[in-house]
Structure formats: C-alpha cells, structure tokens
C-alpha cells in the first residue's frame, strides 16, 4: 500500500468556498442593517419633533408564565392635524411614560412622513450610539456567528473528505 507523499490537497475547497464565505456574509449583513434600520433612526435623530403620544393599548407577552415583553400602542396628532397610530416593542416594564397617570409617552416622528416614528427612549441619542449599538455591536455578533460556523462546517468537511479517501487509499471502498 502506498501512502500519498504531500498533505490533502483540495483545489476546489480554496477556490469555492471564499466566494460563498462572501455572499453568505454579505446576505447576513444585509438582513442585519434590513432588521435595525440605520438610517431610519438618523432620520428621526436629525430631522425628528418629539412630542407626546397617547397610550391606548399595553399588550404584555409572555413566555412560560413570564412577563417578557410589552407591545404599547400609541396614537398621536402632528401639527397638521394628522392622527396617527403605531406600537412599539419594550422589555416588560421599561417603557417610559411622561406623565403621573402613565398615559403619554415620548416619540419622535419625521414631520415629512409622520408615519416614520419611534418611542424617544429606545432611539439613538447621537451619532456614535447610532454606530455602536444599531450598527457595530450587531455587525461583530454576525462575523462572530459566521466565523464559528464555517469554521466547523469546513472541519466536517474535511474530516469527511479525509476520511473517504482513507477507505479509498486502504481498499474497503
């Protein structure tokens, strides 16, 4: 039985698998910057009104008997006169109401399109917490996530590969 003289060598691996780390990784962080919308919250930080909003509705998620989440409801009138009506999504109890009775709370909307709005306390307050808490934080996690997983699909697939060519090289295929 011969034994190969150089290491396992796979040309098609070296060459197909950067270019699917790329669009993979582009795909990824395309849905990441789709989710956080990034320029949305500029928008409202650098053109936005705060005003308050009135709540017309709490919806507490739970999970397993836990209170998680709330969903609140809100409506509020620009300076036209339009009404509108959004919600938010807060962790239970976190939302911050304005006033004694806990019916207002405070939003920014963009007076060009009031149907862009967003609760005050859960936006960006300048441009660095923009770029490090909606942006680089959720854009390292990917490459972490990614890194991790192509690291062990590519070790699986080289075990696999090995491990055919050793039944080749021995005889049992």
Not at 2 to 19: A, G, H, M, R, V
Request: charged share 20%; net charge positive.
């Amino acid at each position: 039985m011969k034994y190969p003289d150089k290491p396992l060598q796979l040309p098609f691996y070296k060459i197909y698998f950067p270019w699917l780390d790329v669009a993979i990784l582009s795909i990824l962080i395309y849905g990441q910057i789709w989710l956080t919308s990034p320029l949305k919250q500029y928008k409202l930080m650098n053109k936005g009104v705060t005003m308050a909003a009135t709540l017309t509705n709490k919806l507490d998620l739970s999970r397993n008997g836990r209170l998680i989440i709330q969903e609140v409801h809100y409506n509020f009138s620009t300076k036209k006169g339009q009404s509108f009506q959004s919600c938010f999504m807060s962790p239970y109890g976190m939302y911050h109401a304005i006033d004694r009775d806990k019916n207002k709370v405070a939003i920014v909307y963009l007076p060009s399109n009031p149907s862009l709005n967003h609760d005050k306390n859960s936006l960006a307050q300048n441009v660095n917490d923009l770029f490090f808490r909606i942006i680089l934080i959720p854009f390292i996690f990917v490459i972490i996530f990614y890194l991790i997983t192509a690291y062990a699909l590519r070790e699986d697939i080289k075990a696999r590969r090995l491990k055919r060519l050793n039944k080749k090289i021995l005889g049992f295929d």
